[in-house]
């Protein structure tokens, strides 16, 4: 199909609109690289996808897509035996949950239905509910490893605790001593370096004994690490270091289990994005009342009540065009308006999107022929 033609009927704004029914990157892709095709087998096959796709909208409501992504390059990573990060790792989970979500609305019939042209898609979603549920409970955010993540963790972190409360009674101790205090350009503690510290005024450090962390931008303020608390800072520091150390390791843990699984979380992404592509044509098709043309290869065009997509729903007039059957050639006259060119745009915008897969704004029964090349000037 020549390119030209798809800018002059404003197919591309079509895909446009398309597109943002589409939820992933991935999807939205592929409906803006939707290009009509001129296989009469493969336009019905996609038709049906779409109207399949629109009476599962109809009977179960909306289902959305959200959460789906590409995970690729975390699945090559695990390939090479690489640890993924507690972000990667989110994203496979954020993929596991649209797809336990997309899962579920191919169950949410309400009484039994004939399997369609999509069965067999949401057939293959695996939703991977251990691995999700895992990394659910060990990663709450991409910042932050739950405490229970494992009892090691947890050990570790009890101990902080302990160990940062011993250290702030002993700093709290010293501000509220009347000498200290006075020496104090504000009654804080501060952390410098993973350490706490005292704000000092600069002519005082001498009287505060202890390790010069930092100072103010003005120099009139030093931060001071007593020596009071450097023993209990830096155990703090030792176990900060067997934390990140563990955290390291229930990454590391969580990886394993996701290359386990690498396969069906590649198909998962595969199958989750061509269903929001298809979702997103029907969606489409929903909201300008689409129906599935009937397709023939004898030239035959038959449009009932067709109504331009571009034009305001309210405004535009519908258009019924025959051509093809009983005569090959149809001539449209009348004053310059803009009525003959819509309705030649009509037909040749129409036939781009039945055979890219895509329902028409028309009655139900309309007829569309299968064109090698599409011409408009």
Do not use: W
């Amino acid at each position: 199909m020549n390119e030209k033609v798809l800018k002059t009927l404003e197919y591309n704004k079509i895909l446009n609109q398309l597109s943002e029914y589409a939820c992933s990157p991935e999807a939205k892709k592929r409906c803006l690289a939707l290009r009509p095709i001129t296989d009469k087998a493969q336009i019905e096959q996609l038709q049906l996808q779409t109207k399949d796709a629109l009476s599962r909208l109809f009977r179960c409501g909306n289902l959305s897509f959200s959460g789906v992504h590409s995970v690729n390059d975390s699945l090559k990573r695990l390939e090479i035996g690489a640890s993924l990060s507690a972000a990667e790792l989110l994203s496979i989970c954020s993929l596991l949950e649209a797809a336990k979500r997309v899962k579920a609305f191919s169950r949410s019939e309400k009484e039994e239905v004939p399997d369609d042209s999509l069965t067999g898609f949401f057939t293959e979603i695996e939703p991977l509910t251990p691995l999700y549920d895992e990394i659910k409970r060990c990663i709450l955010a991409e910042d932050e490893i739950a405490d229970d993540a494992s009892s090691t963790l947890h050990s570790i972190r009890r101990s902080m605790r302990g160990m940062n409360d011993k250290i702030r009674a002993q700093m709290n101790s010293m501000i509220n001593n009347t000498t200290t205090r006075s020496y104090l350009q504000d009654t804080v503690i501060t952390m410098r370096d993973g350490r706490y510290c005292l704000p000092v005024k600069a002519e005082a450090k001498s009287l505060v004994p202890g390790m010069i962390h930092d100072q103010s931008s003005t120099g009139s303020t030093l931060f001071i690490e007593p020596m009071a608390v450097v023993q209990l800072n830096n155990h703090l520091k030792e176990l900060d270091i067997k934390e990140k150390i563990e955290i390291e390791k229930i990454l590391q843990s969580l990886s394993a289990q996701a290359a386990s699984c690498s396969r069906e979380l590649e198909e998962n992404q595969k199958i989750l994005t061509k269903l929001d592509f298809i979702f997103a044509k029907a969606k489409y098709a929903k909201e300008y009342q689409g129906t599935e043309p009937i397709f023939n290869a004898d030239g035959i065009v038959d449009i009932k009540q067709g109504r331009h997509p571009l034009l305001d729903p309210k405004k535009v007039v519908p258009i019924h065009i025959y051509i093809g059957e009983d005569f090959n050639m149809l001539l449209l006259t009348g004053p310059n308006t803009g009525g003959k060119t819509v309705s030649l745009k009509t037909v040749g915008l129409f036939q781009l999107m039945g055979q890219a897969g895509l329902h028409i704004p028309a009655f139900q029964g309309s007829r569309l022929a299968v064109f090698s090349d599409i011409f408009a000037d």
